[in-house]
Structures are given as C-alpha cells and as structure tokens.
C-alpha cells in the first residue's frame, strides 16, 4: 500500500503524521520543537511543492509513506493521483489518502501562514511547531488508525 498524508500546504501535520507512522517520532510523548523541525522539510515547502508527492520512507510493514500538499482541493487531488497510478497500471486501491487537515489548529494555521505565506519565517516557524506539538496527540490517534486499517504486509 501507498499512503499518502495530506494537509493545505503539505509543511505541518502532514509531515508530522507521516514522521509519526515511519517512526522518526515518537508516539508516547509530545516532540520538542527541535524534534518537529528535524523532519524532513518541515515547515520548507511552498507553493511549487503543491500537489507532487513527497516520499518520506517505507514504514516495517513495507508500505510506502508520502506527503501530499493539495490546497483546497482534496477531492481533485485523491482523484487525479488515483487516476494517473491507474494509468501507470497500478490499482488505485492500493492507495489509501488520509487528510490531516482536521487535526491543525488555530496555532498551526497561524504559523504556517506566517511561516509560508507572508515569509516571516523567524516568527512563523516556531509557531507552527509548537501548534503541532499541541495537536501531537490528535496526530498520533490518527496514524494508528490508518496503521489498524492497513493489510499486514505490503
């Protein structure tokens, strides 16, 4: 399986929620900023980085991670990259899309519109962090329901 976790921007939860599943994160214990920007382009993508996935590893089942910055237009973005998998003669259905959009909050939106948006990045970026740090346990049910929902081998 491929999954692909995806946010707005594809620079916060989405990052973090697929650091949670490949385990550079801890799941018993809320990340200190410097542990949310050690992922891999957390809070350094812009809008040139919207809609092309990232890989970011395989997790010990073998399933395939990626992170998906998509805008507002989840519903095209799931069906236009299911689409282009079928095309290239995979099965849609091996792809399992999981939005971490419902997990941001007011602190996250407002650091990572500082951070991303406006480029005031000194001010933005710690924010974002520490709104994912404080959405951290929300993230963490939600990668573990996805792992439940995943076959055992890839």
């Excluded at 993508?45 to 910055?69: K, N, P, R, T, W």
Aim: net charge positive; with cysteine.
């Amino acid at each position: 399986m491929k999954v692909v976790y995806s946010c707005y921007g594809g620079a916060h939860s989405s990052r973090a929620a697929a650091a949670i599943h490949l385990g550079l994160l801890p799941a018993d214990r809320a990340p200190r900023p410097r542990d949310l920007l050690s992922i891999p382009r957390f809070d350094d993508v812009g809008a040139g980085d919207m809609g092309i996935l990232d890989f970011m590893g395989s997790d010990v089942q073998g399933h395939e991670v990626y992170v998906l910055g998509r805008g507002a237009a989840r519903e095209v973005a799931e069906r236009a990259l299911k689409s282009g998998f079928a095309l290239a003669g995979g099965s849609p259905d091996e792809i399992l899309f999981v939005d971490t959009l419902a997990e941001v909050n007011l602190i996250m939106r407002v650091g990572g519109f500082l951070s991303r948006r406006l480029g005031w990045v000194a001010l933005g970026r710690p924010l974002a962090a520490y709104g994912t740090a404080k959405a951290f346990p929300r993230l963490v049910r939600l990668v573990e329901e996805v792992k439940r929902k995943l076959p055992a081998r890839a």
